[in-house]
């Protein structure tokens, strides 16, 4: 019992370290040259009042 355990741990530790080694940065944000030739565009103020309100919430009976 204690075998299959540690077997199904180390399976899942390797599965999560294989996951993360295939993460790749992508080069609009690592490649100094992408980055000047791309407009990436910003979010952060997109939405209701640009992000800072909270929209109302109406109860409808």
């Known amino acids: 019992m204690n075998y ?21 940065i992508p080069k609009i944000i690592s490649e100094r040259e992408t980055i000047t030739k791309n407009y990436m565009p910003d979010f952060s103020y997109a939405g209701y009042q640009f992000g800072k309100k909270k929209f109302r919430l109406l109860l409808v009976k």
């Open 4 to 24: 299959k355990k540690s077997f199904l741990f180390t399976v899942l530790i390797l599965n999560f370290l294989g996951f993360l080694n295939a993460q790749e």
